[in-house]
Each structure stands twice: as structure tokens, then as C-alpha cells.
T-cell receptor, first 113, second 112 residues
């Protein structure tokens, strides 16, 4: 069974630009969660999608948004990038909503210059 | 307000000895706890979990202990191996459909 895939793996953007990250969950998994990882902060929860509906949301500004498609693939968009958005963005999938044992992808490393 | 805390950013242990990673939480509503391990350039991988109705769960070399009254859990690795060197994240969840809250992680180095 293929694992969680994330594209692209690396991105370099400049302030003010916008970016879209993609995540393909494990086949059969309907829940996709997004996390931001920065040094010393651990994994900060962004949002979770289940069956194309946002189920949970973290404490991030509205510049961070996401969506999920009917095939469970998910995208995350960040608009008006700021230097502080530089981070590793991780996607995780699970079979059920809020499924605690999540399977993570390798992440997308975003650098904002 | 960090609800899941891992107060030791790093830990070094000799190969063959016990590694003890600690985690504290503030929200008494958490009912399920997990540990994840993360190697560089990879996503975290699930290691072991424990429900709030238990105080211990064991899986091979890994044992998690939960002390609900102290809002504290710990992960014991015995014996420690160099391949255990990674960042370990403690995580917790309130209900079956709630989001998982992660701690900041502890970097474990197992010295051969």
C-alpha cells in the first residue's frame, strides 16, 4: 500500500506570494490533517478534512486555507506569504475523522525569502 | 498556551541503557495519548498509544506509562539502540473526533 505523498517536497517563495501544497492520502483513508512544524514548536495543527468537509481547525490566520477533493486528495493554500511561514508542512491521513493513529507524509519544506 | 509539554528538548543515553522521555499535559479532558517518532527528512511515524482508562501499555522495547492524577506520561525504551535516535513527539486528544495536539518534541541521541 502506498504511503502518504506530498508535493512538492521543497518550495522557495518570496514574501507576498501565495503557495499551494498537495497531499495524497493512503488509499481508503478519508481524513487528511495538515500540520506546521517549526523548530521548538512541535507540530501545530492547521486543519482536518474528512469527506471533503473541514472537521477541525487550528489557530491560524485566514491566509491558511485548504480543501479536499472527492478522491480524498487535499490541498493547502497560503496566501500573502510572510517570512514566519517558513516551515515544514506535514500532511497526515487516517481512516476516520480524528483518527489518532495518523500516517504522515514526508512534508513540504517551504522557505519564504 | 501549550497543552502538551515536553520540557526536555534533548536527551542522550548510552546504548543498552533505558531511555525515559517525559510528557506533561494541562487539559484533563484528554482521553487518548500517543507517541510518534520522527527521523530527519521523514514524517513522524506512530509508535505507541495509551487510553486514559489504562496506566501502562507495552509494545516490545517500548512502554508508555500514564499518571492521570499528575497529568504526566512517559515513554520508556529498553534497551536503547542507536537506531532509536530521533525526535519523539508526545500527543494527546480529547475525544474520538477531536484534533490531536502535539508537544514540541524531545530529541533522543543513543550513543554507541
Amino acid at each position: 500500500k502506498a504511503g502518504v505523498t506530498q508535493t512538492p517536497r521543497y518550495l522557495i517563495k518570496t514574501r507576498g506570494q501565495q503557495v499551494t501544497l498537495s497531499c495524497s492520502p493512503i488509499s481508503g483513508h478519508r481524513s487528511v490533517s495538515w500540520y506546521q512544524q517549526t523548530p521548538g514548536q512541535g507540530l501545530q495543527f492547521l486543519f482536518e478534512y474528512f469527506s471533503e468537509t473541514q472537521r477541525n481547525k487550528g489557530n491560524f490566520p485566514g491566509r491558511f486555507s485548504g480543501r479536499q477533493f472527492s478522491n480524498s486528495r487535499s490541498e493547502m493554500n497560503v496566501s500573502t506569504l510572510e517570512l514566519g511561514d517558513s516551515a515544514l508542512y506535514l500532511c497526515a491521513s487516517s481512516y476516520t475523522s480524528g483518527g489518532a493513529e495518523q500516517f504522515f507524509g514526508p512534508g513540504t519544506r517551504l522557505t519564504v525569502l | 498556551d501549550q497543552q502538551v509539554k515536553q520540557n526536555s528538548p534533548s536527551l542522550s543515553v548510552q546504548e543498552g541503557r533505558i531511555s525515559i522521555l517525559n510528557c506533561d499535559y494541562t487539559n484533563s479532558m484528554f482521553d487518548y495519548f500517543l507517541w510518534y517518532k520522527k527521523y530527519p527528512a521523514e514524517g513522524p511515524t506512530f509508535l505507541i498509544s495509551i487510553s486514559s482508562i489504562k496506566d501502562k501499555n507495552e509494545d516490545g522495547r517500548f512502554t508508555v506509562f500514564l499518571n492521570k492524577s499528575a497529568k504526566h506520561l512517559s515513554l520508556h525504551i529498553v534497551p536503547s539502540q542507536p537506531g532509536d535516535s530521533a525526535v519523539y513527539f508526545c500527543a494527546a486528544r480529547k475525544t474520538s473526533y477531536d484534533k490531536v495536539i502535539f508537544g514540541p518534541g524531545t530529541s533522543l541521541s543513543v550513543i554507541p
